[in-house]
């Protein structure tokens, strides 16, 4: 995922996608797994954090 808009896009429709793709399976998709299933929003937030800043 070298591209930011690509993965600012899938950040945002699918934030656990997003850092799966970047970061692996591990503690950072657990927490926006989390994130995503308490409340949408810092779910989104979190991904953009993390795959694209």
Known sequence: M???LVA???SILL???AVYAKRGAGKDLVINLLLCI???VP???HAIWL???
């Open 2 to 4: 070298d591209n930011k």
């Open 15 to 17: 934030p656990p996608l």
């Open 51 to 53: 795959t694209v800043l």
């Open 8 to 10: 600012l896009i899938i």
């Open 43 to 45: 779910g989104v937030l």
């Open 38 to 40: 308490l409340m949408w």
